[in-house]
């Protein structure tokens, strides 16, 4: 009865939120983090992303993807796209004036984000406009964003899936999960097509070092939490579970400040249960606000403890050690690719809130010996994404 009383409440806060969410504009243009200037060069391509400040790992994805290519190959132009409208002659036009098309980052192999029947993934591309499109065609760092018993894909996204991937030069997704997912809706000889291209955001220190000091952190606590279909995160034990993280936090807080980081505000429907456990907190707004900050903001703490999956790599590419809420399955496959699964904590184990305190408790204990592996894994991931930015260049005959 209680459980069904707190689902409630929550349900309400965050119908709430969700029009405060609506409310924000999306953007045309990305900020930028480093200042190119634009060159006379007819190197252009075409990026099809979600260009917003509305949500705070948006916000990055988009100009970090560009930096990821720039520090390969700088002189380069951008024709924006933004991923949510029917692409038409029009937009088809436009992308086959420039030297290729990058679709990309993020969770866009998504069915009810810009739900459509036309591609039944988030990019609503026709077959017959895919057809139509005649350059070089990368997606990079993309994710299955499925969540946990959620419907599957309609047949279309089979047939459209199956076309790009015949289309591409390669698919680039962000973890070995989704390349395990994606093969399911693919025949066994395209396969070859999907190549592990690791979000940029988790090698943000590579890109952006003097914004990443991992020298300088402040000895606090930054949690976020996510509440994006609720009810495929967390089941009917949503109370149990977030009173569950709040006494963590009520015990961490012993030692440590802490503080909640928002990337949207629908994140804030758990501040409740900090304040009915006491804990105290400091409220840190990180949607629209320019990514120069988010990343200074992630480069302080000693620890993030984070469910959004942004509020896990943003961290570990500023340099900072995470302990993941594993809501969803992209989380436990992040830690898997990075080999260290045992530093996140399943919604669903019947321990949570010991394995969370424990595994809290000991990142603290470690913070430099886990900067170090950070560090190191980072040089990894960073090497395996220009080796597929330089094959994408290649595709598009750009020196």
Known sequence: MLALIITKIIDRIIGILIKINRSIPLSSESPSIINYRKKKTNTIITHVSAFTYGNAGDTILPIALRDTWHAVKEEINWNTQHVYPVV??????????????????????????????????????????????????????????????????????????????????????????????????????????????????????????????????????????????????????IGNILSSLARVAKHLSAEHSIKFYSHMPTDEAFLPFLRAFDVPFELVKLDNTHPTEILRQYAKPNLVIGMRGHAQMIPFGCCTPIVSIVSHNK?????????????????????????????????????????????????????????????????????
């Not at 094959?391 to 598009?396: D, F, K, P, S, W």
């Open 88 to 237: 038409d002659e029009e937009i088809v036009k436009r992308i086959n004036k420039s030297k290729g098309l990058i679709i990309g980052g993020g969770g866009l192999f998504l069915r009810d984000t810009n739900k459509n029947d036309i591609s039944g993934w988030q990019w609503p591309c026709s077959t017959n406009m895919l057809e139509k499109i005649n350059v070089p065609i990368i997606l990079f760092a993309i994710g299955y964003n499925r969540f946990r018993g959620q419907e599957d894909f309609d047949s279309i996204f089979y047939e459209n899936i199956k076309a790009l991937a015949k289309k591409a030069e390669y698919i680039g997704l962000r973890n070995n999960g989704s390349i395990n997912a994606i093969k399911n809706y693919l025949p066994e000889e395209l396969h070859y097509k999907l190549r592990f291209q690791p979000c940029m955001t988790t090698f943000l220190a590579k890109l952006y070092p003097q914004l990443c000091n991992y020298k300088k952190k402040e000895g606090f606590i930054a949690i976020n939490t996510a509440f994006d279909r609720p009810h495929h995160r967390f089941g009917s034990e």
């Open 331 to 399: 989380m436990q496959w992040f830690l898997d690719d990075i080999q260290k699964p045992h530093w996140g904590v399943d919604v669903l184990s019947k321990n949570f809130e010991e394995e969370l305190l424990n595994r809290a408790t000991t990142s603290l204990n470690n913070t430099k010996e886990e900067i170090e592996y950070i560090d190191l894994k980072q040089k990894e991931l960073y090497s395996i994404s220009q080796e597929n930015v330089q094959i994408g260049l290649q595709a598009m005959k750009i020196c």
